[in-house]
């Protein structure tokens, strides 16, 4: 059995100025996704320049703090939230949801793909094998704000989170950075890597984030405040995926059935 090591939340303490933690680990993920996108665009006939990439990281870095905040403040805790509007602002302390980050990356996309004078999925194709890596630390800070604890086990890696109660629990924001983040990096990455039909990389990203995550779910404690929706085990995190699994699938199936033609 492990336990908690209790990190400090708090980066760095400048008195009035606090670096969190959390807020490095979205600064790490948007830089890993920038140097990325460089990588992607050295090769003969690339999408896009170096300097588009920076703007392209900016309409995404945007889309991921409002679109992660406001999706978190709807989808999870609208009612604490409605009593205590200025805690919106306080996205240090967590939560951030990543359907609603979603939403907002793909506005960010698309008005992007608008002002360049691209397709939506030409660019929506380039950026998919970037994310996991911000998904991996924004895991990787869940885990340091110690929220997000998993349920109940008696594995032998079992985390006590004292914070919480002297239960052992899955470290499901450890399982997530390794399946949502690392996993879902490589296997997009490489199949990235071949010319594919436009929207296959999209379709593909869709579909296996939603069913990474439609799994571990299994292993994470609801949110206490919503408990189970149905079943005593379906969770939002799991109906948030549907939708996903079943426009990935779409997408996928569109881009081979034209590729055919």
């Given at each position: ?20 933690w ?66 919106i ?57 110690g ?38 990096f ?29 799994f ?46």
């Amino acid at each position: 059995m492990l336990t908690y090591p209790q990190i400090d939340p708090v980066m760095l303490n400048l008195g009035l100025i606090q670096i969190h933690w959390y807020g490095m680990m979205y600064l790490i993920g948007f830089l890993a996704g920038w140097w990325l996108g460089v990588q992607r665009v050295k090769c003969p006939n690339p999408l896009l320049t170096v300097e588009q990439v920076g703007d392209l990281l900016f309409f995404i870095a945007l889309g991921v703090v409002l679109g992660g905040r406001l999706g978190y403040v709807l989808f999870y805790d609208l009612s604490s939230y409605l009593h205590n509007p200025i805690a919106i602002l306080q996205v240090w302390k967590g939560g951030m949801s990543f359907h609603g980050g979603l939403i907002g990356v793909i506005i960010g996309v698309f008005i992007f793909a608008r002002n360049t004078g691209h397709r939506f999925f030409e660019i929506a194709d380039f950026i998919a094998p970037l994310v996991p890596p911000g998904i991996a630390a924004g895991r990787i800070g869940n885990f340091i704000n110690g929220e997000l604890w998993g349920r109940p086990t008696e594995v032998p890696w079992g985390m006590v989170f004292p914070h919480v109660d002297n239960l052992p629990r899955h470290p499901s924001q450890l399982y997530e950075c390794a399946l949502e983040g690392i996993a879902l990096f490589i296997i997009l990455w490489l199949f990235s890597s071949r010319p594919r039909p436009m929207m296959a990389v999209s379709g593909l990203f869709l579909i296996l984030y939603a069913i990474f995550r439609f799994f571990l779910e299994f292993f994470r404690e609801p949110d206490a405040h919503l408990g189970y929706l149905a079943f005593d085990w379906l969770t939002m995190g799991q109906l948030l995926t549907v939708p996903m699994l079943m426009i990935g699938i779409l997408l996928m199936g569109w881009a081979y059935r034209r590729d055919l033609k």
